[in-house]
Antibody, heavy 119, light 107 residues
Framework: QITLKESGPTLVKPTQTLTLTCTFS??????????VGWIRQPPGKALQFLAL???????RYSSSLESRLTITKDTSKNQVVLTMTNMDPVDTATYFC???????????WGQGILVTVSS | DIQMTQSPSTLSAFVGDRVTITCRAS??????LGWYQQKPGKAPKLLIY???TLESGVPSRFSGSGSGTEFTLTISNLLPEDFATYYC?????????FGQGTKVEIK
């Protein structure tokens, strides 16, 4: 069974950098085909893809947010880290960590972490 | 980015009804399309991938069809637990995109 859990700050100030960590189990990023990434959802709004990293270091980013995002992996710790720079109140959202097998949509999701951007 | 447009935004239906949700892609995406169900306060759940393949454990009253740019999700015999918001998602391109969601409400 694949499980994922998000951790990080729940409140950040405008202009700060957000760092979120996804810790997962039941799968390894050293295994061919494995991908772990991030999707967010502002309150009452639709889902938005942010970033994804595959076992082979292939990185994918949202076209509109690419300049602010970095995704990295630590295979030994079963963790993926997302950093988002220059946070703004419009970035207030629940951030989900997801697992995707290469070529398939995300079939496993974490519970999500609500991040509020406010001074 | 590939834009995904769902219709309707809201749908009211009775238990037992058959409902259909449409998703249109702004570019050709072959069959690289998924459907998700989301209930309040919960993470989305994958129902269908590759436009028409049912995810393991998903009831057969859910079905998907389409290819290219036009796709549909059909729920036959709507049950109380099916009232939720549904999203389509394309994963054809480098950057995934989602539809704006369709809320299925009890009539």
């Amino acid at each position: 069974q694949i499980t994922l859990k998000e951790s990080g700050p729940t409140l950040v100030k405008p202009t700060q950098t957000l760092t979120l960590t996804c810790t997962f189990s039941g799968v390894s990023l050293s295994t061919s085909g494995v991908g772990v990434g991030w999707i967010r959802q502002p309150p009452g709004k639709a889902l938005q893809f942010l970033a994804l990293i595959y076992w082979n270091d292939d990185e994918r980013y949202s076209s509109s947010l690419e300049s602010r995002l970095t995704i990295t992996k630590d295979t030994s710790k079963n963790q993926v880290v997302l950093t988002m720079t220059n946070m703004d109140p419009v970035d207030t959202a629940t951030y989900f960590c997801v697992y995707s097998n290469y070529g398939d949509p995300p079939g496993f999701w974490g519970q999500g972490i609500l991040v509020t951007v406010s001074s | 980015d590939i834009q995904m447009t769902q219709s309707p935004s809201t749908l009211s239906a009775f238990v037992g009804d058959r409902v259909t949700i449409t998703c249109r892609a702004s570019q050709y995406i072959t069959n690289w399309l998924g459907w998700y169900q989301q209930k309040p306060g919960k993470a989305p759940k994958l129902l269908i991938y590759r436009a028409s393949t049912l995810e393991s454990g998903v009831p057969s009253r859910f079905s998907g069809s389409g290819s290219g740019t036009e796709f549909t999700l059909t729920i036959s015999n709507l049950l109380p637990e099916d009232f939720a918001t549904y999203y389509c998602q394309q994963y054809n391109s480098y950057s995934w995109t989602f539809g704006q969601g369709t809320k299925v409400e009890i009539k």
